[in-house]
């Protein structure tokens, strides 16, 4: 219903938003057209003012921080302040347009979708980063090496809420589990309980959700018969304290450690996700903005490497970036019945999934 | 209540002998003196913890240059200035309300009957107000100074937050970036003005300071390819941004999540320990100064000012600079206002997005990497410090008055 | 009306001639000035009530909200769960377990040394143990948080591996050393506040020193030590950033000093530092914790200040 309105506006703002589609394109006609960031690579340019307002996910945080932290540097005159209230907290100061940029873990959702139509919000829905979940245990935990999604799902589902890990399987020995989990604001939550639980389930209730990743890895670290979840590059800085399990995919079967390597090519299913950074529309006319995120994609795949997380390909950064040269608004996460599409990003992440265009 | 008497038929009646009681009594010294080591062995483990940890990382870097996500290159400038910008502000705020309200309940005593109950209420609900949490103050200050109680919180329907309702101390322009992102200003009246339009001949400033006059390319027109020319050059799809350039006095409502809302919040916060400390100070000046001038005829605000008050001032700058290093070191109200946020500029004005010293303290000891617990610590003893140097200022204060 | 030129205080100063009208009028000015300052403390009382019973009610009216649930049940499951529940007991068991552990630590050791202090000491050990206190009670809560955070939690994990990475052990031991200077300020300054007479009595009919203490000067100053530990447990109850960083983000009902919990300020602090989306009922949920808090703070400073008025022993 909802998303039939946006969808109608969005098909105004198609029809209004010609030049827009246009603005501060590099003109094709210009006799060097790109000459934009990659040209002063290296020189500081310290004319540009203006500021950018970054909020949302504690997951995209380190990347936006490390963006920012490098965008000030060369262009010393802009401000770029990014905040962490969490993907829902981000959203919310989105769709009231008080802030640029909205860092995400997750697709919009629908009820904030609808907000940033009732308010006359548009965006641009730009991937920037792969984070995967890494599903932890003990590093000394000896029955336990790979899981699949069903056990997994017996695990945090409330209508199981084991207690022990005999409950789950038989062969697993007959001791307490300890169950650890992110908050529930985060987008690494939300991902999970989709994927995991399904809409319709709850996640138990008597676990330890934390706010702080650090508490979730060494919270396991100190627990023998502990289980959690949370974000992969967590896992990678702390590989001596924990052990990953390798998750089954259920198309394929297969047990797959998350790696780098696994979910940069989606064969860490379906626990991987991409990040995203969405963009308001409106701020785009604004040359400091602008410029930041050209210089966000751009060094993209550097940048995630700073910040620990796997970045996508860069046939798909090309994409991006040309999506956001193109003004392309909406977003690919939902088709025109609202429901929103499952899968890896290069299978969601094309030009017939936009739900605008249709 | 125990009298005398029955402490003395106790004694009387304790069977104990008098080398048992001196056993007792000396065992307690030493119980005694073991627990007071106790604070001092705390003290010393958190200090020994603190600068064992964070020592190696002080550096004048460190000091000046702003958060990095690579901890050895991180500093604390944006938010040692933010703490330095919000208490400045709110002792300015603060100063004033508390002595005021402390010369209300101590030096005008009120003769009829219903003025006299005013006192009774106010001197009750600041002793109430002294106790109540400060996180309860963050989120009293996050309704009522950020949002202004939700009355302008509304987006303006396309797309960008409204402009602000009051906008003091600001100039705006609109920023154009010609060809090689070379970046013009062009003057606007003020932030609700429309978007610039171009045209040939705009008038604007180049990033110079240089009055120049753009010259319009026009969709299908071919760029110059004059470097002279080019500066000037605008293509005709170029949009403008807003810019400001806010002077020091920058000021609008509502505040956001700005300086001064966070250092509101913070004055209601240390309001209390202030008027409390001052009552205190005027109380303790003898009856005799004070109706010595009303004798000869002084009104009581001639006795207040002349008289009272500049005795009372050593004591009334005790409380305040104890009460400021409370508000350097709160965090909780902060994090209500301005939430973590990673800001690589310090505030250049009231209305500046800020965060401050023991924020920035929270956020790095929140964090995965011990690298960031090192200079967690590091700015733990700059905050340290800072309050050490405001407290001997409190103790020089003390002492050079209180000899007289 | 005679004009008269009023000087009374300084002569050599040049004031212009005054009337008595124009010196009423400004004095009647201040008056209203320094009212104004006064009643502000009024009206910042009354926005925080409004500010909480306003954001309440819109908690309460929301779906699936009732406030008999809020305070009876025991469960704080928001987005948990097959059952959506607010129970602020599960909060407040938190912070009773919590400012239990602190007043463990703060009262007992905090009356010692005031004790100590105000009846012991020498001189030169008051000259080192009064600064340290007064340290002590300057040093920022988010330092606590630290401390607990690195020493205190290694060091109860070290002793006892039982204990979660996030305890309420830990940050109850924090703020208990928070609320330690506040208990001996205030319980040393009403030791001597019992005069010398008393003491010279008891030990004239030949009590010990830890007799005269202990019988005589403690019962004497025990309206001000009771309204000490009132004001020490308010201020541990209220607590913020220690428990933020040290006691784990868990709402359960639990009194295990082990586990992972959360007190009524954690989950202020995680809400209001913006987590949530402002749409959702959790968000809301802060202020309605917030009623309790301030009620629960706002209660014991009254009975503490009740107490010192009411049992204070005056000596005149």
Redesign the interface.
């Known amino acids: 219903m909802r998303l039939g309105l946006y969808r109608l506006l969005a098909v105004v703002g198609l029809l209004t938003g010609c030049d827009s589609a246009d603005i501060a394109k590099p003109d094709s006609t210009g006799s060097s057209p790109s000459i934009s960031s990659q040209s002063s690579a290296t020189e500081t340019n310290t004319s540009l003012q203006g500021t950018v307002r970054i909020d949302g996910s504690s997951t995209v945080y380190p990347i936006s921080e490390a963006a920012s932290s490098a965008f000030c540097e060369k262009f010393t005159k802009v401000d770029v302040t990014v905040?962490v209230?969490?993907t829902?907290?981000g959203?919310?100061e989105f769709s009231k347009g008080s802030i640029d940029i909205s860092d995400a873990s997750r697709p919009i959702k629908q009820?904030?979708l609808a907000?940033c139509v009732k308010n006359g919000i548009r965006f641009f829905e730009l991937p920037i980063a792969y984070d995967g979940l890494a599903i932890c245990v003990h590093k000394d935990n000896d029955f336990l090496d790979e899981i699949s999604i069903e056990d997994l799902k017996t695990i945090y589902s409330?209508?199981t809420a084991p207690k022990s890990w005999k409950d789950v399987n038989a062969s697993f020995p007959d001791q307490p589990m300890k169950v650890f989990m992110p908050?529930?604001?985060s987008g690494t939550y939300d991902f999970f309980k989709e994927v995991v639980i399904g809409k319709e389930g709850?996640?138990?209730?008597?676990?330890?959700?934390?706010?702080?990743d650090l508490?979730l890895v060494?919270?396991i670290a100190?627990e023998k018969y502990a289980i959690g979840f949370f974000g992969a590059s967590y896992y990678f800085e702390s590989t001596d304290k924990l052990k990953a399990l390798k998750v089954i995919d259920p198309k394929t079967k297969q047990a797959i450690a998350p790696s780098a390597e696994t979910i940069e090519n989606s064969t860490y299913s379906p626990l991987g996700r991409p990040l995203f950074i969405y963009v308001n529309a409106a701020s785009v006319k604004r040359p400091e903005l602008r410029k930041f995120v050209e210089y966000y994609i751009d060094h993209a795949s550097d940048i995630c490497r700073s910040a620990k997380c796997v970045p996508l390909t860069d046939a798909l950064y090309q994409t991006v970036r040309q999506r956001f040269d193109d003004r392309v608004e909406g977003t690919y996460f939902y088709d025109e019945a609202g429901n929103s599409r499952i899968g890896s990003l290069s299978e969601i992440y094309i030009e017939s999934n936009l739900t605008q265009a249709k | 209540?125990?009298s005398?008497g029955n402490?003395?038929d106790?004694?009387v009646k304790q069977p104990n002998s008098v080398s048992q009681?001196?056993a007792?009594?000396v065992t307690?010294?030493w119980?005694?003196?073991l627990?007071?080591l106790?604070?001092?062995l705390?003290?010393a483990?958190?200090l020994y913890?603190?600068f064992s940890?964070g020592f190696a990382h002080l550096s004048w870097s460190f000091l000046t240059s702003s958060p990095h996500p690579d901890p050895t290159r991180a500093g604390i400038w944006p938010a040692l200035m933010g703490t330095f910008w919000t208490c400045a502000a709110c002792g300015f705020l603060t100063l004033?309300?508390g002595i005021?309200?402390a010369?209300?309940?101590e030096e005008?005593r009120p003769r009829n009957r219903y003025m006299r109950w005013?006192?009774a209420?106010?001197e009750?609900?600041?002793?109430?107000?002294?106790?109540?949490?400060?996180?309860?103050?963050?989120?009293?200050g996050?309704?009522?100074f950020v949002s202004m109680?939700g009355l302008m919180d509304q987006s303006d329907n396309a797309g960008q937050s409204k402009p602000p309702f009051i906008d003091i101390g600001s100039r705006y322009y609109d920023q154009f970036l010609t060809l090689d992102d070379r970046v013009v200003l062009v003057p606007v009246d003020s932030n609700r003005s429309p978007d610039t339009a171009l045209r040939e001949g705009l008038e604007a400033i180049d990033q110079d300071g240089k009055p120049i006059n753009l010259h319009l390319i026009a969709k299908g027109e071919s760029a110059p390819d004059v470097q002279s020319e080019r500066v000037v050059a605008i293509r005709w799809n170029e949009t403008p941004g807003r810019v400001h350039r806010q002077s020091w006095y920058h000021f609008t409502v509502p505040f956001g999540h700005s300086v001064l809302a966070g250092s509101l919040t913070l004055m209601?916060v240390i309001?209390?320990v202030v008027?409390i400390s001052s009552q205190e100070a005027f109380r303790a000046i003898p009856p005799s100064l004070r109706e010595a001038?009303l004798g000869?005829?002084?009104?009581?605000?001639?006795a207040v000012w002349?008289?009272t008050l500049p005795a009372a001032i050593p004591g009334i700058m005790t409380g305040a600079i104890?009460a400021m290093?409370?508000a350097?070191?709160?965090?909780?109200p902060i994090?209500?206002i301005s939430?973590?946020v990673f800001i690589t500029r310090a505030p250049s004005n009231l209305m500046s997005v800020f965060t401050v010293l023991?924020?920035q303290?929270?956020d790095w000891?929140?964090r995965h990497e011990a690298g960031f617990?090192a200079i967690?610590?590091a700015a733990?003893i700059v905050?340290?410090l800072l309050?050490l140097v405001f407290?001997s200022i409190a103790i020089v204060i003390r002492q050079k008055f209180s000899q007289p | 009306m005679a004009t008269i030129t009023?000087d009374?205080?300084?002569p050599s100063q040049s004031y212009p001639p005054r009337s008595l009208t124009a010196?009423y009028v400004?004095?009647w000015i201040?008056?209203v000035?320094?009212?104004s300052?006064?009643?502000?403390?009024?009206l910042?009382?009354g926005?925080?009530i409004f500010?909480?019973v306003k954001?309440s009610m819109v908690f309460f009216s929301m779906p699936g909200i009732s406030v008999t649930d809020f305070l009876t049940s025991t469960?704080w499951?928001?987005?948990?769960?097959?059952e959506v529940h607010y129970g602020i007991w599960a909060l407040i068991s938190g912070t009773i377990l919590v400012s239990f552990v602190a007043m463990l630590i703060a009262l007992?050791?905090g009356l010692?040394?005031a004790?100590?202090?105000s009846e012991?000491?020498h001189r030169r050990?008051r000259a080192?143990?009064k600064p340290?206190?007064?340290?002590?009670a300057?040093?920022?809560?988010?330092?606590y948080?630290?401390?607990a955070?690195?020493?205190i939690t290694p060091s109860l994990?070290f002793v006892h591996?039982g204990f979660?990475?996030?305890n309420g052990m830990s940050a109850g031991i924090a703020v208990g050393?928070l609320c330690?200077?506040i208990v001996?300020s205030m319980a040393e300054d009403a030791l001597r506040a019992v005069p010398r007479s008393?003491r010279e009595?008891?030990f004239g009919?030949?009590?010990?020193?830890?007799?005269v203490?202990l019988?005589?000067v403690l019962?004497?100053a025990?309206s001000g030590i009771i309204s000490a530990f009132l004001?020490a447990i308010?201020?541990a109850?209220?607590?913020?950033?220690i428990v933020?960083?040290a006691s784990?983000?868990?709402p359960?009902l639990t009194l295990d000093p082990r586990e992972?919990t959360q007190t009524m300020?954690g989950w202020?602090?995680?809400m209001?530092?913006?987590?949530?989306?402002?749409?959702?009922a959790r968000y809301y949920s802060?202020?309605a914790v917030?009623c309790i808090?301030?009620i629960l703070?706002?209660a014991?400073?009254?009975v503490?200040?009740w107490v010192r008025r009411r049992f204070r022993?005056a000596y005149e």
């Open positions: 905040g209230k969490g829902g907290g959203f919310s009820n904030e907000e409330a209508d908050g529930t604001d709850n996640v138990r209730s008597d676990l330890t959700p934390s706010e702080q508490a060494n919270g100190s | 209540m125990k005398l402490v003395l106790e004694a009681r001196m007792t009594a307690f010294q119980l005694c003196r627990t007071a106790c604070s001092i705390v003290l483990v958190l913890t603190v940890k004033p309300i005021g309200t010369i209300f309940l005008f005013l006192h209420l106010v009750l609900n600041i002793a109430n107000l002294a106790g109540v949490p400060s996180v309860v103050y963050g989120i009293v996050l309704a009522a109680f209601l309001l209390p008027i001038a000869i005829g002084a009104t009581s605000w001639q002349n008289v104890l290093s409370r350097i070191g709160e965090a909780a994090m209500m939430g973590i023991s924020l303290i929270y000891a929140g617990h967690s610590a733990i905050l340290l309050l407290n | 009023i009374p205080i300084n010196l400004r004095e201040v008056k000035m320094l009212a300052c006064g009643l502000l403390s009024l910042v009382t926005s925080i500010v909480l954001e469960e499951t928001p987005t948990l769960g097959n007992p050791i010692i040394t004790i100590y202090l012991y000491a050990v080192i143990l340290v206190l007064e340290v002590l300057g040093i920022p809560t988010v330092v948080g630290f401390f955070l690195t020493v994990k591996p979660n990475i996030y050393i330690l200077p001996t008393l009595g008891a009919l030949g009590c010990t020193k830890l007799e203490t019988k005589v019962p004497a025990l004001l308010s201020r109850v209220g607590e913020t950033m933020a960083l784990g983000s868990q359960h992972a300020t202020m602090i995680q209001g530092s913006g987590d949530t989306s402002q749409f959702d802060m202020y917030a808090l301030f703070t706002f014991l400073t009254m503490g200040n022993e």
